[in-house]
C-alpha cells in the first residue's frame, strides 16, 4: 500500500513539474484520501492552489503541512508568499522569520522578508534583508533591483543609482531594473538619462505599466506633452482598458487639454460625474479645470486625500501660552512656486508689505529657483530652501521655527507638498491661493476666500472653514508694463477689427468655451481672437476645430512667451479679454485689467468659475459678469459690435486702476493680518476653527 501511495506521489509531482496542475491536483488528493497524513503532498497541493491564485486554498493545505512537518522552510517561505499575496503582511513576515529561524542561509526568504517589511513601510528592516540576501547570492539581480526601489523610497539616490546599475550586470534583460535606473535618474535630476533608460524598460517589455507611467508623467514635468500625447495614444490604442487603471485617465486629460485635443471628450469627461462610482481616483486639479458641480469637486477631493494623505497621529501639541516668544505672530508660507510663476508675481510685494512689528514672515520653498526667487528672498523676514528634503524634517523645522499660522499656496498643484500640511506642521493651517477648491482634507483648518466666490449658503461644499477677506486675490501693485508698443503687424494681427484675447493656459480650454469663442466671431465681422500657444500642436489642434464651426482658421493668431514686462504690453493691442469657464482666469484676469483690457467673464457654482467676477466686482466692473452660455455670447457681440460702448468700458477701467481694491496691496496686508490674528486668537481661546470675516 506505501508503495503504491508513492507511486501515486512521484506521478503526480511529475505532471506539477510538467504544469499538468489540474491533474496534479488530482494526484495529490488521491494520496491524502488514502494517507491524510501526508506532508508532502499538503504541501505540493498548496503549492498547485498558489500556482492557480486559489490563495485561499492554497494557505489552508501549506499549513496542514505543517502541522505535519513543522520545521520545512519551503513550506514555511511559500506560507509567507500566499500570505503576503493576500495581504497579511505580519503573517507573512512571521512565515519568512520561521523559515530563516530554521535555514539561515536562504536568500529567496530574506528577500521575500525584505519585501513584505517595504510593504509594511518598514524601509530600514527591508534594506538589510535585501542586504543579507545579496550577501548570501551576490548576483541576485531581483534582489539588487528591489533594493535600488527601498533606496529610491528612502531618498537615497546614489545607492539606489548603483544597486539598479547592479541588477543590470546582472540580468541585462531585466526591463524592471530599467525602470529602477530611471527612478533614481530622475530623482537625481539627470532627466534625460532617465528617458533612455525608461524607453529601454518599454523596449524589452513593450506595456510595462510602470515604465509608461513613469515616462509619461517626466514627460509631462518638461512639458513635453506631443510626446506624452505619442505614447499614451500607442499604449490606448493596444489596451483601450488601461485608461480606467491607475492614473492614466487623469494623465490623459490633462494631456489632451494641454493640447486641446478634444476627440472624444465627452466620453473622457464620464468619470469625472461618476466620481465615487469607480475605482479612479482623480486629480483634483484636473477635476477643478473642467466641472462646475461642487458635490463633484467635494467628493473628488476627498477621495484623493484619503487615498493619498490617511489619517495618521501627531504628536504636535504647543503650548497656546507659550508660542509668541517676541509678540508676533509667525506665519510660513509653503510653497513650490517662489519663481516665475502667477503665485510669485501676485504675492511679491506683500511679503514686503506686512507689518514686521506684528507678524514675522517666513518663506519654506521646495520648487527651482530664478530671479523672482531673489526678490523674495529679499522681501520675507527669513526664506528657507527645503527643496529635497524629505517631509518629516520640513515639519521639525517648522515646529522648532514655532510657525503659529502655515498657508499651503500649492494644494494639488504639481509639485506641492500637503503630506508635511497632513503631519500637522503649525497649530494652524490654512489654504490660499494656489488651488482654487476646497482640498477635501481634516487638516486643513481655512480656506481664504470672499464672499463673491464662495457664498455663505455654498460653504456646505467646503471641508475647510472659510476666512473672508474683502476682496480675495493679492496683487503686486508696482508690477511694470514695457514701454514697447506692440504694433498689430509684427504680432500677426489684421490692421482693423476688433481683437478678443485670452491669454489662460490651454488646459483651460475645452470644446464648450471654444464653441462660443466661434459664435462670438461670427457674430463680430472682421474680429480675430488672440491666443496663448505652447506649440504648433495646439495651434493646428484649435484652427481645425475653427473650421469644423464654419469659422476662417486664420482669424485665429497665437502668441509666444515673452518676458513678463513685454507680455503685459502686448495685452494693449487687444480690446476684450474672453474668459474661460469653468475654470476662470485668474492672474491672467487681472493681468489684462492691470494692462487696461476689459475682461468678460462667466460665473458658475464652483470657486474656480467665480474668480474673475471677484475682481471684477472689486473693480467696480460689473457689468463685465455673466452667469451663462447665451448672455456671455450676446455681451461680446454687443461690445464687438459697438466700439464706443467699449470705450466707455475701458475709460472706466482705466479710471478705476488706482482706486480699487484689486490693486492696493497695503489694504490687502492689512486684511490678511486681520484674518491671521483672528486665526490665532481663536486657537489661543481653545476655540476650534469657525468662519472668520474681516
Given at each position: 500500500m506505501i508503495l503504491a501511495i508513492e507511486q501515486i506521489f512521484l506521478q503526480a509531482v511529475q505532471l506539477h513539474q510538467q504544469g499538468r496542475l489540474h491533474d496534479a491536483k488530482t494526484g495529490y488528493e488521491n494520496v491524502l484520501k488514502q494517507q491524510p497524513t501526508h506532508a508532502q503532498a499538503c504541501y505540493l497541493l498548496g503549492v498547485a492552489n498558489a500556482q492557480?491564485?486559489?490563495?485561499?486554498?492554497?494557505?489552508?493545505?501549506?499549513q496542514k503541512s505543517l502541522t505535519f512537518e513543522p520545521d520545512n522552510p519551503a513550506a514555511l517561505c511559500n506560507l509567507g508568499n500566499v500570505q503576503r499575496e493576500t495581504l497579511q503582511f505580519e503573517s507573512a513576515a512571521n512565515s519568512y522569520t520561521k523559515a530563516l529561524q530554521i535555514s539561515p542561509q536562504l536568500p529567496e526568504a530574506h528577500h521575500n522578508l525584505g519585501i513584505t517589511y517595504r510593504e509594511m513601510g518598514q524601509i530600514n528592516d527591508a534594506i538589510r534583508c535585501f542586504e543579507r540576501a545579496i550577501a548570501l547570492r551576490p548576483d541576485y539581480s531581483l534582489a539588487h533591483c528591489n533594493l535600488s526601489q527601498v533606496f529610491h523610497e528612502a531618498h537615497d539616490q546614489e545607492k539606489a543609482f548603483h544597486h539598479a546599475h547592479k541588477a543590470l550586470e546582472q540580468q541585462p534583460q531585466s526591463a524592471d531594473a530599467y525602470v529602477?535606473?530611471?527612478?533614481?535618474?530622475?530623482?537625481?535630476?539627470?532627466?534625460?538619462?532617465?528617458?533612455?533608460?525608461?524607453?529601454?524598460?518599454?523596449?524589452?517589455?513593450?506595456?510595462?505599466a510602470d515604465a509608461s507611467i513613469r515616462l509619461v508623467n517626466i514627460y509631462i514635468a518638461l512639458q513635453e506633452y506631443v510626446k506624452a500625447h505619442t505614447l499614451v495614444k500607442a499604449l490606448l490604442a493596444s489596451d483601450p482598458t488601461l485608461l480606467y487603471k491607475d492614473t492614466w485617465w487623469t494623465q490623459w486629460l490633462l494631456i489632451k487639454s494641454k493640447l486641446c485635443d478634444w476627440a472624444e471628450w465627452d466620453e473622457l469627461l464620464g468619470p469625472l460625474e461618476e466620481a465615487g462610482k469607480n475605482d479612479i481616483v482623480i486629480n483634483p486639479f484636473l477635476s477643478i479645470t473642467q466641472s462646475n458641480s461642487p458635490t463633484v469637486l467635494k467628493k473628488i477631493a476627498s477621495q484623493f486625500?484619503?487615498?493619498?494623505?490617511?489619517?495618521?497621529?501627531?504628536?504636535?501639541?504647543?503650548?497656546?501660552?507659550?508660542?509668541?516668544?517676541?509678540?508676533?505672530?509667525?506665519?510660513?508660507?509653503?510653497?513650490?512656486?517662489?519663481?516665475?510663476?502667477p503665485i510669485s508675481f501676485l504675492m511679491a510685494e506683500l511679503f514686503e508689505l506686512h507689518d514686521r512689528k506684528k507678524f514675522k514672515i517666513i518663506c519654506f520653498s521646495y520648487g527651482i529657483e530664478d530671479e523672482f526667487t531673489r526678490k523674495i528672498r529679499h522681501a520675507c523676514e527669513e526664506f528657507i530652501d527645503v527643496s529635497g528634503w524629505e517631509d518629516d524634517v520640513i515639519v521639525a523645522l517648522a515646529r522648532e521655527k514655532k510657525i503659529n499660522i502655515a498657508v499651503d499656496l500649492g494644494g494639488y498643484t504639481v509639485h506641492s507638498k500637503l503630506g508635511i500640511f497632513a503631519k500637522r506642521l503649525a497649530p494652524i493651517q490654512t489654504s490660499y491661493l494656489g488651488y482654487l477648491g476646497t482640498l477635501g482634507v481634516d487638516f486643513i483648518d481655512y480656506l481664504i476666500a470672499d464672499e463673491t466666490i464662495i457664498p455663505t449658503e455654498t460653504q456646505i461644499n467646503y471641508t475647510e472653514k472659510i476666512a473672508y477677506l474683502p476682496c480675495y486675490q493679492v496683487n503686486d501693485s508696482r508690477r511694470k508694463i514695457a514701454d514697447k508698443i506692440f504694433t498689430r503687424s509684427e504680432l500677426g494681427l489684421p490692421k482693423h477689427g476688433v481683437v478678443f484675447c485670452c491669454f489662460n493656459n490651454t488646459f483651460k480650454f475645452n470644446p464648450g468655451t471654444f464653441n462660443l469663442w466661434m459664435r462670438i466671431l461670427i457674430g463680430v465681422p472682421q474680429s480675430t481672437m488672440f491666443l496663448y500657444a505652447e506649440n504648433d500642436i495646439v495651434e493646428n489642434n484649435l484652427r481645425a476645430q475653427a473650421k469644423l464651426l464654419g469659422v476662417n482658421p486664420a482669424r485665429l493668431v497665437f502668441g509666444k512667451r515673452i518676458s513678463v514686462p513685454e507680455y503685459l504690453a502686448r495685452y494693449k493691442v487687444a480690446d476684450l479679454f474672453l474668459d474661460t469657464f469653468p475654470f476662470n482666469a485668474g492672474t491672467t484676469a487681472s493681468d489684462a485689467l492691470w494692462a487696461g483690457v476689459p475682461v468678460l467673464t462667466r460665473t458658475g457654482d464652483v470657486f474656480a468659475s467665480r474668480v474673475a467676477c471677484s475682481l471684477l466686482n472689486a473693480?467696480?466692473?460689473?457689468?463685465?459678469?455673466?452667469?451663462?452660455?447665451?448672455?456671455?455670447?450676446?455681451?461680446?457681440?454687443?461690445?464687438?459690435?459697438?466700439?464706443?460702448?467699449?470705450?466707455?468700458?475701458?475709460?472706466?477701467?482705466a479710471h478705476n486702476i488706482p482706486t480699487s481694491?484689486?490693486?492696493?496691496?497695503?489694504k490687502f496686508a492689512r486684511s490678511i493680518e486681520a484674518l491671521f490674528a483672528k486665526m490665532h486668537e481663536r486657537h489661543l481661546s481653545g476655540l476650534n476653527p469657525d468662519v472668520i470675516k474681516v
Open positions: 492557480e491564485k486559489r490563495f485561499v486554498e492554497a494557505e489552508e493545505w501549506i529602477r535606473l530611471g527612478d533614481a535618474l530622475n530623482a537625481l535630476k539627470r532627466e534625460q538619462e532617465a528617458i533612455t533608460a525608461y524607453l529601454q524598460a518599454l523596449q524589452l517589455s513593450p506595456f510595462n486625500a484619503s487615498k493619498n494623505y490617511p489619517p495618521s497621529p501627531h504628536n504636535y501639541n504647543p503650548d497656546r501660552n507659550k508660542e509668541l516668544d517676541d509678540d508676533r505672530i509667525v506665519v510660513g508660507y509653503f510653497s513650490a512656486d517662489f519663481r516665475n510663476h473693480m467696480g466692473l460689473q457689468e463685465l459678469i455673466t452667469d451663462n452660455a447665451e448672455d456671455y455670447v450676446l455681451k461680446a457681440i454687443e461690445l464687438g459690435n459697438h466700439p464706443s460702448k467699449l470705450a466707455e468700458i475701458k475709460a472706466k477701467l481694491d484689486l490693486f492696493n496691496t497695503y
